[in-house]
C-alpha cells in the first residue's frame, strides 16, 4: 500500500523537486502538488514538469492534500506552515526537511495546532540550488531522519519512514536535540570550516585569487564545493542551530589549536598518529556505501 | 625533442608510479629506471611493470640516468638525494615532488653540490597510497610549479618544463618561499584542517563513530577524503612548511572566530554575505577546470 496518495510539496529547490521527481519515479499513480514563492520558480517547475499540478498560492497546493512536505530554508518554515494552515485538510500529515529539527519542530507545532507533524531530514544534496537541481536519485542509499514529537501517533510515523523508505532512503529516528548535535558535527561544522577557509584563502593580499585558483587540485577545492551551497539555507541552518554549532566549534578549535602546537614544537609523532587514526573513518564511509569507493571522489582523469 | 632519455624514479609510490606510467604512456622510448627503499614496494613495481628495470639500490639505479626525480616524503629527501650522489652523473638533472620546497632546495643543494636541481611539485595526487594507486593520467591538465635556484640554467628549467608538458600538466615557476605561502593556503592548511575535523568528529562522546559514518554525507564526509592521505607525507609537510602553515592558521583562526561571533550573535547578514562570495570560488574553479563541473563531485547516484 501507498503511505500516501497526495503529495503536496511546498518550495521547489533541489530538495523539493528532488522529491517530487522521486515520487513521479518510484510512486507514479501518487498526484504531486507544488508551491513556491518565487514565481519564476514556479514557472520553471511547471515547464520541467516534475509536478502534476504547479499552484499560485500556498493553500490551493494544500486543499486536497494528504501529505504536505514544507521544502524551504528553515528561517522560512514558520512561516510556510502559517501560510498552509486556514486550507490545510485535517487529517492531512505535515513534514519537512530542515537540516536542523529543535526549533523546526516548534515553529511547525506552533503554526499548525492540532496537526500531525513528523520533521523529516534527509541527509542528502549537491551544492546546487533551484528546480532544475533536483533529480530522482538524489535519496538513494542516503539516510532520512525523523524527529516525531514524543506524542506522535507511531502509525503516522510509520507512514512517513516508508514514503521515504520507497524514494531509495533509510530511516532512522531520532529525538530532535539528538539530531541537532549529530548534524552539528557531521553537517553544519563541515559547512562553517569550508565557508571560512575559502573566505580566508579569497582574502590573502600576497597570494593572488588567481593563483588559489589555479592550485587548488592541492585540497582547497574540495572546500569549494560545499562552500558553494544556498546562502539562505545555511545561514538559516546556523542561526537555528547556533548552541550545538558553537559547541562543536569550541571542540574544533580546541583540537585546532593542539595540532598548531605540535606543528610549532616539531611533534611529528602527534601528528602521524593524528593522521593514521583519522585514515580509518574514510574506509568506515566507504565501507557502509555513504561515499564513492573510487580515489578522488571518483573525479574523471582524462 | 625528447627533453630526456634515461629518467630514474626515487620512490615508487602514489606519484613516482605515476610519473613512471605516465612517461611510457607519453614518451614511450624513454628508458625509466626505479628503485623504492621498501623491498616490497620494488617487487609490487616489478610486478606492476611500469619501470623498465627496478634496482635493488639507489645509486644502481641512477648510474646512468640524466633525469633524476625524488619522489620520496620531504623528510626523507636529503637521505634519498645522499643515497645517490656518490653514483650520480655528473650532468644528470636532479628534480623532486615534494610539496614543500624552501627546505628541500636546502637539501638537495647540501647534499648534490655542483648539480643542476630543479625542484617540482605537480599539484596532483589522490588519498591513495603506494606503487598500486599511481595511474598515467594523474597530471593531464593539472599544475606543476617549479622552483630552480636563482644561478639555475634557463635550458636546464625549460628541460624539465619540457618533460611535466610532456606528462600533460601545466608549468609555472616561482620561487620556492612563494610557492610555500600559496601551497600553505591551497593545500596544506585545507589538509591540516579536515584533519582535524575527522579526529574532532571521531572523539565525540554523545555522538557515536556510527552516526558519525551515518550522516557523513551531509558534507563530512568531503572532508575525510583529504584526511586520509598519507601520514608520513603529510607530517612531513607541516614540519617542513611550519612558518607559513602557521601563519595560514592563524588567519583563519581569526575568521573563524568572527563568523563564531556572527552567529553567537544572530548576525545573519554577515554570514549570508561570506556564503556568497564564496559561491563565486567554485564558479572560477570549474571555470579553469581545475575541477569537475559535475555536481557533487561528479558522484554516482544510482
Known amino acids: 500500500m501507498l503511505p500516501f496518495a497526495r ?14 521527481r522521486a515520487v513521479k519515479a518510484h510512486m507514479p499513480s ?14 520553471a517547475a511547471t515547464a520541467l514538469g516534475f509536478c502534476d499540478d504547479v499552484t499560485d498560492t500556498p493553500g490551493a497546493a494544500v486543499t486536497d492534500a494528504d501529505f504536505v512536505i514544507l521544502c524551504v530554508p528553515v528561517g522560512a518554515m514558520r512561516a510556510a506552515a502559517d501560510s498552509i494552515a486556514l486550507d490545510l485538510p485535517i487529517d492531512a500529515v505535515v513534514s519537512d526537511v530542515g537540516s536542523s529539527k529543535g526549533t523546526v519542530l516548534a515553529a511547525l507545532q ?9 520533521p523529516a ?34 502509525a503516522t510515523v510509520e507512514r512517513v519512514a516508508e ?59 574540495d572546500f569549494t564545493r560545499i562552500a558553494a551551497s544556498d546562502p539562505t539555507m545555511w545561514r538559516d541552518v546556523f542561526l537555528s542551530n547556533k548552541d550545538a554549532v558553537l559547541d562543536m566549534l569550541q571542540r574544533f578549535s580546541e583540537d585546532l ?34 561515499d564513492d569507493a573510487a580515489p578522488d571522489f571518483g573525479r574523471t582523469h582524462d
Not at 528546480?131 to 501517533?153: N, V
Request: proline share 5%; charged share 20%; glycine share 10%.
Open 257 to 290: 589549536t593542539a595540532l598548531q602546537r605540535a606543528i610549532r614544537w616539531g611533534k611529528g609523532d602527534e601528528l602521524f598518529d593524528l593522521f593514521t587514526r583519522t585514515r580509518a573513518v574514510r574506509r568506515s564511509i566507504i565501507e557502509q556505501g555513504q
Open 110 to 118: 506552533a503554526a499548525l495546532p492540532g496537526v500531525a507533524v513528523i
Open 7 to 20: 503529495v503536496t510539496i511546498i518550495g521547489l529547490g533541489l530538495i523539493g523537486s528532488s522529491i517530487a
Open 121 to 154: 531530514h534527509p541527509v542528502a544534496g549537491t551544492e546546487r540550488s533551484g528546480p532544475e537541481a533536483g533529480f530522482a536519485t538524489l535519496f538513494h542509499g542516503r539516510w532520512c531522519i525523523l524527529t516525531p514529537p514524543e506524542d506522535a501517533a507511531e
Open 163 to 221: 514514503f521515504w523508505r520507497r524514494l531509495g532512503a533509510e530511516v532512522e529516528t531520532m529525538a530532535p536535540d539528538h539530531h541537532d548535535r549529530v548534524l552539528a558535527i557531521t553537517s553544519h561544522l563541515p559547512h562553517l570550516i569550508a565557508y571560512t577557509i575559502v573566505g580566508t584563502a579569497s582574502d590573502m593580499e600576497e597570494v593572488t585569487r588567481s593563483e588559489v585558483i589555479k592550485y587548488s587540485a592541492g585540497g582547497f577545492r
Open 30 to 43: 501518487v498526484r504531486v502538488t507544488g508551491h513556491d514563492a518565487d514565481p519564476g520558480v514556479r514557472a
